[in-house]
């Protein structure tokens, strides 16, 4: 095939999934000629498996590229059909913003911001072949013989890494929704000397909504009350005309019908190799592990105001067609649904996370960065949250500045990255609110008290959303203070209101801020009883009676954070030879050659890596030949 030179770019990202979407957009947001190179450019953030955003601790990390500027906040904002905020009824560091996606809307929306972006070129085209001269990229090559050259390259493919559909006994090359697989991007790594590992993940069948029997099923409505996953979305422009999704139950015969064909369904016959993940198994996954529930839930989601399709969310499958056929049938409510596609399995290549950097640079090949799930997560979520990261990484690189790692106490992606780089994953990795040591400060409702004043330091907050955050900030501490000077007096009406919410009545004047702490009441009761001149924004009113109810764990939160700090300073040379370290564990030395852990702190979250070790090599550091050579140079 004959070559040419098709342009050169500052960065070059691979894929427009929502890992490539975020990264494109902060690489050309903070000054670099970009261009995102995708497969097929009617699949631009695309939705192949659940068509929604956010959920417990993926919720919080929506917020979080939000704040330092990313697009997939807005971007649902603007196509939602339905909102809801989960666990409601427990404490803050749980709760979760939830919305169900207009499938086909939410993927226009993101390839019209593309599309309009400065700096930023999007073209279709197959990405082959990466270019590397001495252990850097330089550029790519396309299926058409274009050479792509650039000083960072970002591969974000995805389900699409030499992906593989499966259904019963079925098994072909494919993308996710039969788009076409990227083959030899996956070959050009192997050839590079990077480790691949195979996952896999699922759907279920989507069925016609009118042939749905929604009097067996259980409505699942929007919440009244507005939210919205930007922190620039107004309250006025809340969605009131929402859809419902419903829910129903798989019951004994589905389960009998699943047990009967176990013979054909892939995962069990051995056609399925890759891993699958744990936290959101197939149905016949489900009845296996599970074998002692009666029942398990299905959501029914619509995948849009203009479609009829729904999405059976729970009923993930690789069981042959008319297996998933009969399952649907014993389900109440949809004993005459309509198939309108099938379920299946897909498989796919993914970079083995410990050949990355906190950056998601790769220690192999410098400038050559990986997002999404190519890194080995599962959700669209995790995978923008790389994306911005990667694409801020790539600018900052090209700028000749030191990368943005977050760290755990930062944020959810700073979770999310420090688990994949320093432990690793065996299965597609899945954010949890569990996984965060510090979930109490990493907030649904605080992401940009958090992380603003990133996304504006480095180029991409804008300048109205960061005045708008400082005047917030300044309304926040403003409000804290009064309510910590403003004492209460018993009045009569206000004893009757304490009474009424069975509250202790008051012997003398009490501080607001103190009264306030009493898990019966709440900022908005207590406020007619000490107004102000014009009532506060709820954004505020809701940061102000979180940091109030909370602030001893808070504290404590903070303090932990602040004791984490020392061990995140104390970095590790690059040239460190763990072999002339004695004293070390055998295991934890083989980790730590293999991680090649930044600092101390990530040292320290090795799994195989014990205080014992942490203690010899912090001994070797501090007053062994590698601290003088450092100091020295």
């Known amino acids: 095939m004959n070559h040419y030179e098709a342009g050169n770019f500052d960065v070059i ?5 929502h890992a490539g979407s975020e990264a494109a957009l902060a690489a050309a947001r903070m000054g670099q000629s970009t261009l995102l190179v995708t497969i097929d450019l009617d699949m631009v953030a695309f939705m192949p498996c659940n068509p929604s955003i956010g959920g417990p601790a993926k919720g919080v990390v929506v917020r979080e590229i939000d704040a330092m500027g990313g697009e997939m906040g807005r971007n649902i904002d603007k196509t939602y059909i339905q909102m809801r905020l989960l666990n409601t009824g427990k404490g803050p560091a749980v709760q979760a913003l939830r919305a169900q996606a207009d499938k086909n809307d939410y993927a226009h929306e993101m390839k019209k911001t593309l599309e309009k972006q400065d700096n930023l070129l999007l073209r279709q085209g197959i990405v082959e072949e990466l270019i590397v001269e001495e252990g850097v990229v330089q550029g790519v090559i396309t299926n058409t013989g274009a050479i792509y050259r650039s000083k960072a390259v970002i591969l974000t493919a995805g389900t699409s890494s030499r992906g593989q559909i499966i259904i019963g006994e079925l098994k072909y090359s494919s993308g996710p929704n039969n788009s076409q697989p990227s083959i030899k991007l996956s070959e050009s790594l192997l050839e590079l000397g990077f480790e691949l590992a ?5 759907t279920p069948p989507r069925i016609l909504a009118s042939s749905i029997d929604y009097s067996k099923t259980e409505e699942q409505p929007g919440d009244e009350e507005p939210n919205h996953f930007s922190f620039e979305t107004k309250d006025e422009d809340y969605l009131k005309d929402q859809l419902s999704c419903w829910l129903t139950y798989t019951g004994v015969e589905s389960h009998q019908i699943i047990r009967d064909n176990l013979h054909r369904a892939p995962m069990f016959t051995g056609i399925v190799e890759g891993v699958g993940a744990r ?17 398990h839930q299905l959501f029914l989601e619509p995948e849009g105001r203009h479609t009829e399709e729904v999405y059976v969310q729970g009923l993930s499958s690789s069981l042959p067609e008319e297996v998933q056929e009969a399952v649907l049938h014993s389900i109440p409510g949809l004993e005459n649904a309509k198939m309108m596609r099938t379920g299946y399995a897909i498989e796919y290549d993914v970079v083995e996370p410990h050949q990355l950097r906190p950056s998601l640079e790769t220690k192999l090949v410098k400038g050559l960065f990986t997002a999404g799930q190519m890194n080995g997560t599962s959700g669209y979520e995790e995978a923008a949250g790389q994306g911005l990261m990667a694409g801020i990484n790539a600018a900052l690189t090209n700028q000749g500045k030191e990368p943005l790692v977050l760290k755990r106490s930062d944020g959810y992606i700073g979770v999310m990255i420090d688990d994949l780089v320093t432990k690793g994953t065996l299965e597609p990795y899945r954010l949890l609110t569990s996984r965060a040591e510090y979930r109490l400060i990493l907030r649904h409702d605080n992401a940009d008290m958090r992380l603003s004043e990133i996304g504006h330091e480095i180029g991409l907050l804008s300048e109205q959303r960061y005045q708008s955050f400082i005047e917030k900030q300044e309304a926040v501490k403003e409000e804290m203070a009064r309510l910590k000077k403003i004492r209460l007096k018993p009045t009569e009406e206000l004893q009757a209101f304490l009474a009424e919410r069975n509250s202790t ?15 019966e009441l709440d900022y908005n009761s207590l406020y007619p009883f000490a107004p102000l001149a014009k009532p506060l924004p709820s954004d505020v009113v809701r940061q102000v009676e979180i940091q ?25 040379p690059e040239d460190i030879d763990y072999d002339a370290i004695n004293g070390i564990a055998n295991e934890a030395r083989e980790k730590l050659k293999v991680i090649q852990p930044e600092t101390i702190a990530q040292a320290s979250r090795i799994s195989g890596v014990n205080p014992a070790d942490i203690s010899v090599l912090m001994v070797y550091i501090q007053g062994g030949r590698i601290a003088r050579v450092a100091i020295k140079n």
């Open 13 to 17: 990202v691979v894929g427009a999934g």
């Open 198 to 202: 195979r996952f896999k993940t699922g």
């Open 279 to 295: 936290y959101c198994p197939s149905i016949e996954d489900k009845i296996v592990r599970f074998s002692d529930k009666p029942r």
């Open 505 to 519: 009545r008051l012997k003398d004047g009490f501080l607001f801020s103190d009264l306030l702490k009493r898990p």
């Open 548 to 572: 109030v109810k909370y602030d001893g764990y808070i504290n404590k939160a903070y303090s932990k954070v602040e004791k984490l700090k020392k061990l995140e300073a104390k970095r590790i």
